[in-house]
């Protein structure tokens, strides 16, 4: 738990410019781990503040990246699901009612019995009483000599709904059980960093603007738009847009690869960068590609490659936009 100080000059700014971003969060400490690691081989205390903040980083990227592939399959289960609803809606019991006709007029008291509010139950309404709809039917149907077999046809395109909004549901579980260990570790992350930060302020207490270097200080530099649904945006975890400062590179989407996975990028500003794949940060790549200005690609991770690193070799500023993909 963040304890709050009332004083301004002790509060943990790391908690509070995070807070409901998570990937801000991710951002901010990847690049300060990074720098960190730089200087680390060469200032043994430097190396120390990086090993005091190691296991909380990973933790916190590990469960982001758990959130990402969950999400992802939570979007799958209900593209599949919303799916068989629309067919539903419109050809299943477009064909289900023309059969029933078939065998019982619509003015007839057996129609009635199968289908009371004609096609209405199935279009309109929750999903969850659209499917309980259906079943009833699939039901009355298989209790009817004359329509047994359209009985068993519907009652089998009912489980594949209730199967499909189980696991969907079972996934979205999973999601809210994810956000509120992301969270969890989101906070004991900004602990941790709060304390990195204070133990950098007494290593360079008489040089503090040493301290600048450790960080990239647009995360912290306070957003006007603070309403809800920019909140949302900014977790969208596999959205991201790249600021590349001139002769700089930078390791995106890292923790989030296992390879074979898409990715599009994105030339929104300046000149041509070079993207390759590493399996670890400290590889050499194999081959490097070029991204040329406004040019927008779709490209899959190799399998084995873990992160993916944009250089800028330019003497201007470039900013590309990255998003993994969904499979």
Do not use: C
Not at 175 to 201: C, H, M, P, Q, W
Not at 209 to 216: A, G, I, P, Q, S
Not at 300 to 319: E, F, K
């Amino acid at each position: 738990m963040i304890e709050i100080t009332g004083w301004i000059k002790t509060e943990n700014f790391v908690y509070t410019i995070t807070k409901d971003n998570k990937k801000k969060m991710y951002l901010l400490a990847k690049d300060h781990v990074h720098k960190l690691t730089e200087k680390a081989a060469s200032d043994p205390v430097i190396q120390d503040i990086l090993n005091f903040i190691l296991p909380a980083y990973d933790d916190f990227l590990l469960q982001y990246r758990k959130n990402t592939i969950d999400q992802r399959g939570y979007h799958q289960k209900t593209a599949a699901f919303e799916a068989l609803i629309a067919q539903l809606s419109s050809v299943e019991i477009r064909r289900w009612d023309i059969e029933i006709q078939m065998t019982y007029d619509v003015i007839t008291s057996d129609y009635n019995r199968l289908l009371p509010d004609g096609r209405k139950p199935f279009q309109k309404g929750t999903y969850d009483m659209r499917i309980e709809a259906v079943m009833t039917l699939g039901d009355l149907l298989s209790n009817d000599p004359q329509l047994q077999g359209l009985g068993a046809t519907v009652l089998a395109f009912g489980q594949q709904l209730e199967d499909l909004r189980s696991q969907q549901q079972g996934v979205e579980g999973n999601t809210d059980d994810n956000v509120d260990d992301l969270e969890s570790k989101r906070e004991e992350l900004a602990i941790v960093l709060y304390g990195a930060f204070a133990r950098l302020l007494a290593h360079y207490y008489r040089n503090p603007k040493r301290v600048d270097n450790f960080y990239e200080l647009k995360y912290f530099r306070r957003s006007k738009n603070n309403n809800t649904e920019q909140e949302e945006e900014d977790d969208n975890y596999s959205h991201f847009e790249v600021e590349l400062s001139p002769g700089s590179n930078q390791t995106q989407l890292e923790g989030l690869l296992l390879g074979g996975e898409r990715i599009r990028l994105q030339h929104i500003r300046g000149a041509a960068v070079l993207y390759y794949f590493l399996a670890q940060a400290n590889d050499s790549p194999d081959q490097q590609y070029e991204l040329l200005p406004n040019q927008m690609i779709e490209i899959n991770v190799p399998l084995g490659q873990r992160l993916i690193v944009l250089d800028n070799p330019s003497n201007q500023n470039a900013v590309i936009e990255l998003e993994l993909l969904p499979n």
